[in-house]
Each structure stands twice: as structure tokens, then as C-alpha cells.
């Protein structure tokens, strides 16, 4: 049988070579469709959702019971482990070929299982257990430090010795197209004596990818990295909204709290490790080098482009305001992984791993306002005479990655969250 991942697959069903979902990829997601049924598991191929639990029903998938894929969260099916993964992934590329009759050729079962894109509705893909967002681009750490403490002390001493992060709220986690109510909290600019307590005026994104981690860790053990690898179920794009004036008053001395906590949305497709795999590659040298338990001996990074569009009311379509990669990322997500355990932190099915925002070494491939706008002094043009530094009501913003292969590309789709006013 050929590999999932073989570039000349080719599947029954009829790909663009620009659609983010060919054969190769085979993400997984949660959604419902018109027929009234709950929420369930399915696979993105092509401009349609492949009904899992509809194939497990018809005993086309073995090794997974049936309500695994009817759950309405991939954490039962991702409680399986990554052999299961595997098996499942291979199962569901034969049924999907072109040369494979049993799916192509079965009319009833395939009007069951193949699902129009256009006629469903996509769910949070998984029960997010715990959130943890990290800061490892070493060229968004750069510019935020060079921004608030000088040129000289831009980088904290302790970012080159460890992936750093803060723990976030799993609870505000949402799907994209979700709307963003604009947070209130406690603001001090600095020429004000005292704090007031109003709506944030400094609304932020953070372009970022996700996480999923699909198997868990006992308290007080450690990962070694091939162990935190076979934990790494998928990855999603992430949102990482943030209140720029709200962090800015309170980060010290525990890090960000209430400026993170009102939301944080992921794309609702994920994309398999295993599909990344023809697009890993090392991330940059890390110097000093890490301490023994985070070193790496894998390419443990991946090329994946990244684009970032904001639409302001009134505008046709959005504008692109950052094109990056997630290649550029100074602490990989295996090395974040090991690094969390490393105290003797359990791991949970369904961690939810932000990768920190991404941004490149060009000015071109900034992952937030903060730094596109170079903290509010530089305004991003969007269309004639609309300008802005930071986000306001109304402005959607989306994100979107892929890996470019040769003649397919394995996508993440998009994560959209519109402003709406504060309350
Ligand atoms: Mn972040």
C-alpha cells in the first residue's frame, strides 16, 4: 500500500493543486450538517467532510468503535494513540484513492459520507484541556524587548536557556468565526497617575501556531524528546488575541493574565504531525547551546507559509499585513513540550501549545500590530485612507498556513475572528 503521504496520490474526488485539503493531507475536524445530527468527527478532502463516524458504522474502519467519531471532540479518538492515528490515516487515504473501488464505487455510502464543505458547520475539533502559550521567536522577542527595554537588553537572560511561556485559559478558546468582544480591564497609560477601568484601546493579534497534544504524561515524570514528539497529535493555526494596554499594567511581576485571558481562536482543521512530515526541517542554531534534557537531535521545526489579511468595515477584501513562516522559530514545539514536563508537569489529552508569535527577520513578516505598527507610531495602510495601529469593532482578521509541496499543498484553512464592541 503507498504511503499517506505519497505526492502522486491522487483521490476519487476531484482537489484544486490550491486547495489546502488533497489526499495528502487529511486533516481532522468537528462538524454538523443539516441533517440534524449532533456534532461529529470527519475528514476535510478536497470541498467536502468525510463523515468518520458514517464509514465506522458501516464497519469500514476497524480498530476505532463507531461513537469514538460520533463524541463531538477528537479527544477519545486521539486517546487512542499514535499507532491507531496511523493505521486510521492509511485506512482513510486507501478508502479516498482513485484506484480504490470500495468507497468510489458504493453510491449509497458515499451520499452518507461525503459531506459538502459549503453545507456544514465546523465545531472546536477537540475538549481543550489546559492552554499554555509560549514566546519563541526569537525575532518577536527581539522586537518587543527593543521596544520596552532598548536595543541593548532586548532579549531577557533567561530566553536563550529555555522556551518561555505563561499558563492561559483553556475555558476562552474558541473556533474561528467566532466573534471577539473587545475586553475591558484595567488600563494606566504612562503619563496617568492612577489606573482607570474601561474597554482596552490597544487590541492586538498574535499569529501563532497550535499544539494539539494527543497523549498524556504522569505528574513527576519527564519527556525525552522522541516521547514529547509521539505525544504531538496536530497542529492548528492560532489567534492569540491580545489587550496590548491591559498586559502592559499588570505583566509584572507574573506575566500576562487578564490582557490574554478574554480569548485566544484556532483553525478548526487539524492538520496531522504526520502529514507534516515531508515539510520538516531544522529551526536555527541555537547558541549557547541548551542545557542536556532540551537538547534536540531531530529537525523538530517545519515550513510552514503563513499570511496574515485584515479587513476593515467597508473594505472588499482584506488586506495582507504579514507574510512569515513557521520555520524561523527559535524553540521548536518538541523542545516546549519536553520543557513543560520538565518539572514534573502533567500532560493532559487535549493541551492546547501556542507557539508564541511568529514573526521573521524582514519588517514584512511581523506577527502582530505591536510590531507592525512599531507600538502604535508607524500606521498600517489597509486601503485609501483607512489606517490603524491597533484593531478596532468591526475589523476581521484572518490567518491562513500551508506547506507548499510540489503541485499540492497541505493547508491549515483559516482562522477568522471579527472585533465586536465592548459591552
Ligand atoms: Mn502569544
Same mark, same amino acid.
Given at each position: ?15 484544486? $493543486? &490550491?486547495?489546502?485539503f488533497?489526499?495528502q493531507?487529511?486533516?481532522y475536524?468537528? +462538524? ?17 467532510v468525510?463523515d ?7 464497519c469500514?474502519i476497524?480498530? *476505532?468503535e #463507531? ?8 479527544n ?13 490515516r ?7 484513492r482513485?484506484?480504490h $473501488?470500495?468507497?468510489r464505487d ?9 459531506v #459538502?464543505?459549503a ?12 492552554y &499554555?502559550?509560549?514566546?519563541?521567536s526569537r !525575532? ?6 527593543v521596544?520596552?527595554r ?5 532579549l ?12 492561559g485559559?483553556?475555558s /476562552?478558546?474558541?473556533?474561528?468565526g /467566532?466573534?471577539?468582544?473587545? $475586553? ?5 497609560? #504612562? ?6 477601568f ?6 492586538d ?8 497534544? @494527543?497523549q498524556?504524561s504522569?505528574?513527576?515524570e519527564?519527556?525525552t ?5 509521539a505525544?504531538?497529535?496536530? +497542529? ?10 491591559i498586559?502592559?499594567?499588570?505583566? *509584572? ?15 478548526p ?5 504526520e ?11 541555537? !547558541? $549557547? !547551546? #541548551?542545557?542536556?534534557?532540551?537538547k534536540?537531535a531531530s529537525a523538530?521545526?517545519?515550513?510552514v ?8 468595515p467597508?473594505?472588499? %477584501? ?5 507574510? &512569515?513562516?513557521?520555520k524561523?522559530?527559535?524553540?521548536s514545539?518538541v523542545?516546549?513540550?519536553?520543557h513543560?514536563?520538565?518539572s514534573g ?5 487535549g493541551?492546547l501549545?501556542?507557539?508564541? /508569535?511568529?514573526?521573521?527577520p ?15 507610531s %508607524?500606521?498600517? !495602510?489597509?486601503?485609501? @485612507?483607512v489606517?490603524?495601529?491597533?484593531l478596532?469593532?468591526g ?7 500551508w ?8 493547508g491549515f484553512?483559516?482562522v477568522?475572528? /471579527?472585533?465586536?464592541a465592548?459591552?
Open positions: 500500500m503507498p504511503h499517506p503521504n505519497d505526492p502522486k496520490l491522487r483521490s476519487f474526488i476531484d482537489v484544486a $493543486p &490550491t486547495s489546502d488533497p489526499i493531507n487529511l486533516p475536524g468537528v +462538524f454538523s450538517a443539516k441533517d440534524g445530527l449532533a456534532p461529529r468527527v470527519g475528514v476535510a478532502i478536497g470541498d467536502h468525510l468518520l463516524w458514517q464509514l465506522a458504522q458501516d469500514r476497524d480498530l *476505532v #463507531p461513537a469514538v467519531f460520533a463524541a463531538g471532540s477528537l477519545p479518538f486521539m486517546a487512542l494513540g499514535p499507532q491507531v492515528w496511523s493505521r486510521t492509511a485506512r482513510i487515504s486507501e478508502l479516498l482513485h484506484d $473501488p470500495e468507497l458504493n453510491d449509497k455510502l458515499r451520499q452518507r459520507a461525503l #459538502p464543505m453545507d456544514v458547520t465546523l465545531h472546536m475539533p477537540f475538549t481543550v484541556a489546559g &499554555t502559550d509560549f514566546y519563541s !525575532e518577536h522577542a527581539t522586537n518587543v524587548g521596544m520596552f532598548g536595543k541593548d537588553n532586548a531577557q537572560p533567561n530566553w536563550l536557556h529555555m522556551p518561555i511561556g505563561y499558563n485559559r483553556a /476562552t478558546v474558541v473556533v474561528s /467566532t466573534g471577539i468582544r473587545r $475586553p475591558r480591564g484595567q488600563l494606566k497609560p #504612562p503619563a496617568a497617575d492612577l489606573p482607570s474601561g474597554p482596552c484601546k490597544r487590541l493579534f498574535e499569529l501563532e501556531m497550535g499544539v494539539v497534544v @494527543g498524556a504522569p505528574m513527576g519527564m519527556l524528546e522522541a516521547q514529547a514528539e505525544m504531538i497529535f496536530g +497542529f492548528v493555526i492560532l489567534n492569540d488575541w491580545s489587550a496590548r494596554d498586559q502592559q499594567w499588570e505583566y *509584572v511581576p507574573l506575566g500576562p493574565f487578564q490582557g490574554k485571558a478574554f480569548g485566544t481562536s484556532i483553525s482543521w487539524v492538520v496531522t504531525r502529514a507534516l512530515e515531508p515539510f520538516r526541517l531544522h529551526g536555527p542554531a541555537q !547558541e $549557547p !547551546e #541548551p542545557l542536556a534534557y532540551l534536540q523538530n521545526n517545519y515550513d507559509e503563513l499570511d496574515v489579511a485584515l479587513r476593515a467597508g473594505m472588499n %477584501e482584506a488586506k495582507s499585513i504579514c507574510r &512569515t513562516n513557521f524561523y522559530m527559535y524553540w514545539s523542545q516546549q513540550l519536553v513543560h514536563a520538565s508537569c502533567a500532560m493532559n489529552i493541551d501549545l501556542g507557539s508564541g /508569535t511568529i514573526s521573521g524582514e519588517k514584512s513578516q511581523r506577527g502582530s500590530l505591536l510590531e507592525i505598527s512599531w507600538n502604535g %508607524e500606521p498600517v !495602510e489597509l486601503a485609501a @485612507g489606517k490603524r495601529t491597533f478596532e469593532d475589523d476581521s482578521l484572518v490567518m491562513r498556513g506547506c507548499q509541496g510540489d503541485g499540492y499543498r497541505i484553512g483559516e477568522e475572528g /471579527t472585533i465586536l465592548a459591552e
